[in-house]
């Protein structure tokens, strides 16, 4: 069965320090590998997408990076803007299939 | 602008009262689908359609329909309402018919059945 998995639940980081969300996945055919922000009450928005093993993207303090089983995103110097939920989600079979999420707070 | 619009925003219903929730995008996307968001449970796909006239189901389609009579338009309809179907709504659309390209999210219908 097809499956997205994402830890830790939730993340409490001081501004300015570095730490990494994990999305582990099993799905049979992998389309894609996507990142979403996700702020209270609003839709998910788009981040990142990667295809293959080995293929890393970067964006302002994000970085996602993309193994056969795995995919991380890297934070690095949050500041509090950056607290929301991360969704990762994998396309497989005319379907996309979330994870539950990170809820990543950035203290001051 | 680029955009999914849904509507209602909010909604509270009766329970066996039937609603439509609208959604409409404006980028020719091929592919479009429906969300349900519940604490703990995530994103799970209710319908989605990979063009006009083809929809399917997707992880939990009970107590819903759909149709896609025309490419900009994915409307859901609940026939008759319950309250396990109080939940946040997400309607997406994506440009291929696969969707192995980024998704627009709408901006949800949080929506309360009693």
């Known amino acids: 069965e097809d499956q997205v998995t994402q830890s830790p639940e939730a993340l409490r980081l001081q501004e300015g320090e570095s730490s990494s969300l994990n999305c582990s996945y099993t799905?049979?055919?992998?389309?894609?590998l996507f990142w979403y922000r996700q702020d209270p009450g609003k839709g998910p928005e788009f981040l990142f997408t990667l295809y293959s093993a080995g293929e890393e993207k970067e964006k302002e303090r994000l970085k996602a990076t993309l193994t056969k089983k795995e995919s991380f995103l890297h934070i690095t110097a949050p500041k509090p803007e950056d607290s929301a939920t991360y969704l990762c989600a994998v396309s497989a079979t005319n379907k996309l299939i979330f994870g539950t999420g990170t809820l990543l707070a950035v203290q001051p | 602008e680029a955009q999914v619009t849904q509507n209602p925003r909010y909604l509270i219903t009766v329970t066996g009262k039937k609603l439509t929730v609208t959604c409409s995008q404006n980028m020719n996307h091929e592919y479009m689908s429906w969300y349900r968001q519940d604490p703990g449970l995530g994103l799970r796909q209710i319908y989605y359609?990979?063009?006009?006239?083809?929809?399917d189901k997707g992880d939990v389609p009970e107590g819903y329909k759909v149709s896609r009579k025309e490419k900009r338009n994915f409307p859901l309809i609940l026939e008759s309402p319950s309250p396990n179907q109080t939940s946040l709504y997400f309607c997406a659309s994506s440009f291929n018919a696969q969707p192995n390209t980024e998704a627009f999210f709408g901006q949800g219908t949080r929506l309360t059945v009693v």
């Open positions: 359609s990979m063009n006009v006239e083809v929809t």
């Open positions: 799905v049979s055919g992998l389309r894609g």
